[in-house]
């Protein structure tokens, strides 16, 4: 059986549901996996647990670029596979999303299922899947910290007293300008995320498209647009507070009014491993309770 090479990333924010960490450590140990601990899960575990010492077998590392892995474990909740997400970057090392959050949409794996899961791994008996993004760049201040969305990208106002305006276009044909709270451009992948609490539709992985969904359009005939997501959305965003929010997979940054961004499709894909038997649809009937009747 060939060893394998595990990066493991963590919520370092829930120290009562990271017991997990011992089941998956002692089954890649089981397994003669060589693991690699990203630095700040790694402090956060010799401080959570008295009996996580200093050992050959672990080996923390700051930068991803460092690790040669040929799995990344992300040991959370989506929000931790999206952070995980934009620490592997270029490389498309498979992601495996363990769930110890609430909904686990993209981490799928739960707690019960990580001996199995890890067994999986080691058996070829899974699937990987390729998720687009979207590249944010910008013609004036740069964008602190990653400027990629596996999720979306999100334009909002500062202030809780005005919208804001954007003046959208697509592929350089002039949409319109949106009066709102603010504007999200969402990939597949997110399209049941903050788009979805704004009335944006569901759009299944894989399928080339993103969705552009106004959040609170001062006008009743704003709806969400799906366009493909080899285009390019040019928004150029005024504020009566003279600065805008730009949120990143949640991650925000405060810009100056009349500043253009440039999403484009990003020229690299995030891969998300996913359990033989493990079906889309039936995802969305179990987490989103698709469909059901509560009467």
């Given amino acids: ?65 460092e690790v040669d892995a040929d799995f990344a474990i992300s040991m959370g909740g989506d929000g ?61 201040e740069p964008l602190n910290g990653y400027e990629c969305a596996l999720n979306d990208v999100a334009i909002l106002k500062r202030d809780s007293a005005s919208m804001i305006s954007i003046r959208t276009s697509i592929n350089g044909e002039y949409l319109t300008t949106y009066q709102a709270d603010g504007l999200i451009i969402s990939t597949p992948t997110g399209s049941t995320a903050y788009s979805m609490s704004n009335g944006g539709p569901v759009i299944v992985p894989r399928t080339g498209v993103n969705v552009m969904t106004a959040v609170a359009p001062h006008s009743l005939n704003v709806r969400p647009i799906v366009f493909p997501d080899s285009a390019q959305v040019e928004l150029t965003v005024r504020s009566r507070s003279h600065t805008f929010l730009v949120a990143i997979d949640g991650r925000s ?43």
């Fill in 1 to 65: 059986m060939a060893s394998l090479r595990f990066a493991l990333f963590g919520n370092v924010y829930q120290q009562h549901k990271s017991a997990a960490i011992r089941v998956l450590l002692n089954s890649l140990r089981s397994h003669g996996a060589q693991i690699f601990i990203e630095k700040e899960y790694y402090d956060f575990l010799r401080s959570a647990f008295s009996e996580f010492t200093d050992s050959p077998d672990f080996v923390e590392f700051d930068s991803f670029a």
């Fill in 80 to 140: 931790t596979l999206l952070k995980t997400a934009s620490m592997v970057r270029e490389k498309q090392t498979p992601i495996v999303g363990i769930n110890m959050g609430r909904l686990g949409f993209l981490a799928d794996v739960s707690v019960d299922d990580v001996e199995t899961c890890v067994d999986a791994l080691y058996r070829d008996d899974y699937s990987v899947e390729d998720r687009s993004l979207i590249r944010v760049e910008t013609n004036g």
């Fill in 253 to 295: 940054g405060k810009l100056p009014e009349g500043t253009t961004l440039r999403l484009t499709r990003a020229p690299y894909r995030v891969k998300i491993v996913k359990r033989s038997g493990t079906r889309y649809f039936s995802t969305l009937r179990e987490k989103l309770m698709w469909g059901a009747d509560v009467r």
